[in-house]
């Protein structure tokens, strides 16, 4: 798995991992997004479109990135999340924890469509 | 200038000419007194290398080596040798450069002694030349014994002796060679007098030890002996005789060490040439007959009704000592052998052929497996009993009209029989001793019923008996856990995943010992409606991949008739299976590392895993997180993900011993409630 890093706007974050961020990588993840929280009211948003699989071990990494980044006034949001991972998402009800967009520009805007 | 003089250094010149295709110059005293062609000079640096005195230097000038090699052996008569060729050939023969070199500048030393120079240098010709041919000579060598001798010869003509003598130790031994053909008489007595000396050592130096041993030395005129060092100590000396007292003198002594320094050098460079050409020839013989053996495998496996079978052989060095073969007997049914002669490598490798070629000769007049076995015991006998060495085999026979097979077993480790309806493994043990211990042995056959789904595994111990890095063998438990998982496969598949299944026990070791597998099923009805994926894992959260690889990778396989997998389908069931798996690792393998063994089947209606471990049992019930939705926990998700992607998610504790896991995905249009 590779991680690209991109900032495009003050105090947002895109995170882009690609491959598969599973038991093998996903402290990877998690380790990266813990880094990242170097300031308050981060918006960070983890682009999924490049990962064609995801487990539990990727979602546990993006629920202790979003707990991170909260915990100094921020947020954690996801975008183009792949058919797998929002069968993941779903089915762990974390759909409802994050929000998701269905494209980064979305997320960065932080427009009201949401995908479920 | 002395006109002899002059004609040996222009023999100097040819030779040196001839040997490397390049030029030479001498100056005696700052004058040149050989070489070049008047017009040419030599080129600056090589000038300044001379001026400053250096010894032995290299440049190059326009593409090409020059040396320098000067005498620094006496202050007055100051000798130079100027010397080129092209730069990968003067290297090699930069010694002998040094070799006229020392040996004219001593023969200006011995004119101080009352020879003219001439007689000095005339007498150091016969040495150069000597080296001239004895450079010549090793370059053509190809046996030590036969170096050595002619090196004897050459010295014999140089140097006007009685006799002159090479000794050599090899393993205790002591072998001489002399010119005469004559015995040398006390060589080893000689070799001990001298072993410390640093340079040769003549009678006179000698002569009290030698009295004293009441050697036969005492009687001969006079001796030059040098010892001769080489791989690390003294391992033999060279030397003269003569029947006149008091006959060589200090330019003999000159000669014998620098021949014995040659000497030892050649030795020394010879052998590691014969070591390794050696290995290079026992490598060729060993691939060749590799080839041999491995062809000595029939292609073609016998075609038996009903019956799905698969065998492999690695042997753990190039040749090994397990052998398979297969024939038909009297009536035609088809009857196989495995057997596992002890030891491994050459010596096993030729009693298999042996073993092989009794086989093939008396099965076709044969009817049991057990009358078979007698006389492929009493053909071997002897050869076994020459070799002391014995052969542990097992011949089957299959009869395919009362689905059941007859074997004898010498002495071979016990077979497996999976019975499937009740998946439970039977072990068929020997019905006699093993073949090379009785001629006339009365071995016993058995015969054993199959049913559909049941399945024979014939094996040689390098199977059971590979070990881990400490030492814990797989065991016929092992390979009963593996056959457990892999049993409903194809034989092919099930023999991959043994082989896979060791590899993995083995933790990286090399395998030790020869492996053989041979397996044959009964097909099964179901077997036309499904596919099984066998596989074997080691308890590490990296091996998971491989599993998710394989549940994935079904995509691109075309089942005939087969259900239809799409994307979504595998990649739901491949994570659901991932869920599991590393669940399984956690829990079951807290402490220390384990095997995983499974199978992954695609049925007409449903996908299904079947996943089985020996760690410690999984706490009951499940906990699948009570997540609502509202505050995430940072783990827990895997359960749930399983249950929701799964139609079915079972876990059993099997005979207080095994973790069972099946995973159920229906396909799409299947009720969800089928299993």
């Known amino acids: 798995m590779k991680i690209d890093i991109e900032r495009p706007q003050e105090k947002k974050i895109v995170v882009i991992p690609r491959?598969?961020?599973?038991?093998?990588?996903?402290?990877?993840?998690?380790?990266?997004?813990?880094?990242?929280?170097?300031?308050?009211g981060l918006t960070i948003i983890v682009d999924l479109q490049h990962v064609d699989f995801i487990d539990s071990s990727g979602l546990s990494a993006l629920v202790s990135g979003l707990k991170t980044v909260r915990e100094r006034g921020g947020t954690l949001h996801i975008s183009q999340p792949q058919p797998q991972a929002r069968t993941a998402l779903r089915l762990t009800l974390l759909d409802r924890v994050f929000s998701i967009f269905p494209t980064l520009d979305q997320a960065l805007d932080e427009g009201e469509l949401q995908d479920s | 200038m002395d006109g002899k003089l002059s004609d040996i250094l222009a023999e100097i010149r040819k030779t040196w000419s001839g040997l490397t295709g390049g030029g030479i110059a001498c100056f005696m005293d700052g004058r040149q007194i050989l070489g070049f062609d008047r017009r040419t000079?030599?080129?600056?640096?090589?000038?300044?290398?001379?001026?400053?005195?250096?010894?032995?230097?290299?440049?190059t000038y326009r593409g090409r080596q020059w040396w320098v090699v000067q005498s620094s052996a006496q202050e007055t008569e100051q000798l130079r040798f100027v010397a080129w060729s092209k730069a990968d050939e003067v290297e090699s023969y930069r010694s002998l450069l040094e070799t006229w070199m020392e040996t004219l500048s001593f023969g200006l030393r011995e004119e101080h002694l009352g020879k003219s120079l001439t007689e000095a240098l005339v007498g150091a010709?016969?040495?150069?030349?000597?080296?001239?041919?004895?450079?010549?000579?090793?370059?053509?060598a190809v046996d030590l014994l036969d170096l050595m001798e002619a090196i004897i010869a050459l010295l014999k003509k140089v140097i006007f002796v009685e006799d002159v003598f090479i000794v050599l130790c090899e393993e205790g031994e002591i072998r001489t060679l002399t010119a005469s053909g004559q015995d040398l008489p006390d060589a080893d007595l000689l070799l001990a007098l001298i072993e410390d000396s640093a340079g040769p050592v003549s009678k006179r130096e000698l002569k009290d030890s030698l009295v004293r041993a009441d050697s036969k030395l005492v009687d001969c005129g006079d001796f030059l002996a040098a010892r001769l060092t080489f791989d690390g100590q003294t391992n033999g000396m060279m030397g003269f005789i003569d029947a006149l007292p008091g006959r060589f003198t200090a330019n003999d002594i000159q000669l014998l060490a620098s021949a014995a320094d040659r000497v030892c050098s050649i030795i020394e460079s010879m052998r590691s040439r014969m070591v390794w050409e050696e290995r290079q020839r026992i490598e060729r013989e060993?691939?060749?007959?590799?080839?041999?053996?491995?062809?000595?495998?029939?292609?073609?496996?016998?075609?038996?009704?009903?019956?799905?079978?698969?065998?492999?052989?690695?042997?753990?060095?190039?040749?090994?000592g397990d052998i398979y073969a297969s024939s038909r007997n009297q009536d035609g049914d088809p009857i196989m052998i495995l057997a596992d002669v002890a030891g491994k490598g050459i010596p096993a490798a030729i009693l298999t052929s042996i073993v092989h070629g009794t086989f093939r000769g008396h099965a076709p007049f044969c009817e049991k497996p057990a009358e078979l076995m007698k006389k492929i015991g009493r053909y071997i006998y002897q050869d076994l009993a020459r070799a002391d060495t014995f052969v542990t085999a097992i011949v089957l026979r299959c009869l395919q009209r009362e689905r059941s097979f007859e074997y004898a077993?010498?002495?071979?480790?016990?077979?497996?029989?999976?019975?499937?309806?009740?998946a439970e493994v039977e072990f068929l043990p020997a019905t006699g001793i093993p073949l090379g211990i009785d001629s006339r042995y009365p071995y016993e056959n058995r015969t054993v019923s199959l049913h559909p789904g049941d399945l024979v595994l014939v094996y040689s111990d390098g199977v059971t008996e590979a070990e881990d890095p400490q030492g814990k063998v797989l065991g016929l438990q092992g390979l009963s856990d593996i056959i457990y998982a892999t049993h409903p496969a194809r034989a092919v598949d099930q023999i991959r995943t043994l082989i896979s299944g060791l590899e993995i026990h083995r933790q990286g070791l090399p395998a030790r010992d020869d492996v053989a597998l041979l397996m044959f099923r009964c097909i099964h009805e179901d077997d036309a409606n499904r596919t099984v994926l066998p596989f074997v894992i080691d308890s590490d959260f990296t091996a998971v991949r491989s599993v998710v690889d394989l549940i994935r990778g079904l995509e691109d396989e075309q089942f005939d008739g087969g259900p239809l997998l799409d994307r979504q389908l595998l990649d739901d069931f491949a994570l659901a299976t991932s869920e599991i798996l590393s669940n399984q690792i956690h829990h079951a393998f807290e402490e220390g590392t384990g095997r995983i063994e499974g199978r992954v089947v695609v049925e007409d209606n449903r996908l299904v895993t079947d996943l089985y471990d020996h760690g410690v049992p999984i706490p009951e019930p499940l906990h699948v997180s009570m997540f609502d939705g509202t505050e995430p926990p940072e783990r827990g998700y895997?359960?749930?993900?399983?249950?929701?992607?799964?139609?079915t998610c079972e876990y059993r504790r099997i005979g207080g011993t095994r973790n069972h896991w099946r995973l159920i995905k229906n396909i799409h249009g299947v009720d969800k409630n089928e299993n």
Not at chain 2, 41 to 47: A, I, R, S, Y
Not at chain 2, 298 to 303: I, N, R, V
Not at chain 2, 638 to 647: F, K, S, T, Y
């Open chain 2, 286 to 320: 060993l691939e060749v007959a590799a080839r041999i053996q491995a062809s000595l495998l029939p292609d073609e496996l016998p075609e038996i009704h009903g019956v799905d079978i698969a065998v492999y052989l690695q042997p753990a060095r190039h040749v090994g």
């Open chain 2, 638 to 647: 895997g359960l749930m993900l399983a249950e929701g992607l799964l139609d």
């Open chain 2, 409 to 422: 077993s010498a002495g071979h480790v016990d077979a497996l029989l999976w019975r499937n309806e009740n």
């Open chain 1, 19 to 40: 491959g598969r961020v599973d038991v093998q990588t996903a402290p990877t993840l998690k380790e990266k997004l813990r880094e990242l929280v170097d300031s308050d």
């Open chain 2, 125 to 140: 010709w016969d040495r150069l030349s000597f080296f001239y041919e004895f450079t010549h000579i090793v370059s053509r």
């Open chain 2, 41 to 59: 000079k030599l080129p600056v640096e090589v000038q300044d290398a001379v001026d400053q005195g250096c010894e032995v230097d290299g440049y």
